[in-house]
């Protein structure tokens, strides 16, 4: 490594950000390729394995940070995948990283939905499906801008959104409200909208999971799903958004852990596994250029059959560039360097991910800085601008699928004495918390009643005597798509509660989460959809059963009869509502 630190000392200048296009490649830049000349076999290998690492704090003497240090000083990884903490404790997490890395290290997070999903106090989105409830691509512009300029505040360069799946699958327990929708020219546009906003800010952009997760019924993170469709379908359907995407100069895609035997000649191999897929149809077909990087490698669709340095040997022979997550960095890196020096892959091979990795270093500025200041993320991250941008997309979000017998029309008319039932799961256990809350404020007598999904039969039985003491009861459900748990549905005695109550009262289901309960529940009489539960969008769901205008559309079919652009459209009522305090 002595002779890539003289050539760090040579101070190459840094190049104005411009995201490298996804469907052209210019040539390595002189540093690039001074790089390359210098760097050892395995650590050219190991530029291109990104280990995941928590953002909560840690002391410097911590077990976790100390894992983190020897990723960095012993085995040279290119970069780091950040997670879950506030802002400050993940920026100085990387600070410390990038001081210590002979190389600067390409910082990469899954921002979906905006940072929120993973800075505590970071700008909270509705999830790409609001979003495209919303019918404006200029609602996913900001997302993405948003998203990027808090994103490059905290260190993180590379975003592994946005989401390009097609959901026309309702029993999809992954993908669901992941998607802006089911029909995939509308998705296409977001997509490429969400992308243009991302990268406007200075932040790369990856879509994902290609081919297309959204019709399965499998969760990849527990075994390997299959989508039996043929090439005509795929071109036409799961492609459209990918290939907007890559139109909009999208920077990276992401592969699925997903079989497709109507499209590969192995019909057990995962996309990510597949140079089929990721060469035969990624590059030879759709003609991208830019970052091909793998889902997480420690994934039980692969792990499970593959072994972990054999999946990273496989996925780069496929056509993936950067080797996500494995389980074992280090047998990762020694298993992808015994291959080249096996002949198994071709050196040349190898350089160009590399050099697409370094490119992208060079163009985000990390060689002129590679740290941020600590003191600027208060001044940008969950600004009041931005709050407000997210306060106005959640409100346009809300769709009304149903409003029978005039429930909704009621709650809109006048404050009255409601009975409020909430059920939260996995990251969003206080759905309907903020809601209800809200909907006090504005003069309603609310009595509320809590279930979880540890909840027993003495809970949903006091659930039931809670609905039955207020003339119109509202259950408030996040539902929602959670790794590993296998399916997506609300716990079957809720459901039975809710119609139980559908059919001694009125009743409207507000879901915080999937859209599509319905069909565990057809005899409620009012759906609204509020996608997600957060202040923003819990704040947009009590202010549009106060008055509010409601204007948002299906951008799914939702069975078993309404359909994409269904939705009932309300004008502003005339019924004054309290006003809301600053970040509500």
Sequence with gaps: MAHVVRILALGFSAAVLTPASGRSQSPPSSRVRALLKHLSLRDQ??????????GSYAAVDAAALAQARMWVDSLHVGGIIISIGSPLDIAAKLNFLQQRSQLPLLVASDLEGGTAFRFQGGTAFPTNMGVGATGREQDAYQMGRITAIEGRAVGVQLTFSPDADVNNNPANPIINTRSFGGDPAAVGRMVAAAVRGTRSAGMYATVKHFPGHGDTETDSHLALPVIPVSWARL?????????????????AVMSAHIALPGVDSDPTRP?????????????????????????????GALVSKYGGGEAAVLAFLAGSDLLLQPSNPAEAIAAVTAAVESGRISRVRLQHSVARLLT???RAHLWKRRTVSLARIEMLVGKQEFLDTAQAVSARSIVLVRDGSGVIDSLRATPGRLSVV??????????????SARLRSMGNRVTTFRLYPTSGPASYDSARVVAQASPTVIFAVGVRATSSKGSIAMPAPLADVIEAISRERPTVLVSFGSPYLLSQTPSVHALLLAWTSNPHTELAAAEA????????RLPIDLPPSYHIGDGLQKSETGRTRPAR???A
């Design 545 to 552: 059963l106060a008055g509010a205008p409601i204007t948002g």
């Design 360 to 362: 992208l270093k060079e």
């Design 271 to 299: 996309a990510t596994l597949s140079p089929e897929i990721l060469t035969g149809v990624l590059r030879d077909s759709l003609g991208f250029r830019g970052l091909a990087v793998t889902d997480a490698l420690d994934m």
């Design 581 to 583: 305090g600053r970040g």
């Design 45 to 54: 290998v190991a530029q291109l394995v990104m280990p995941w690492l928590a």
């Design 422 to 435: 909430t059920y939260g799961e996995g990251a969003i256990p206080a759905a309907g918390v903020d809601f």
């Design 235 to 251: 071109n036409t359907v799961e492609l459209v958004p990918f290939r907007a995407a890559i139109a909009a100069n999208v920077d």
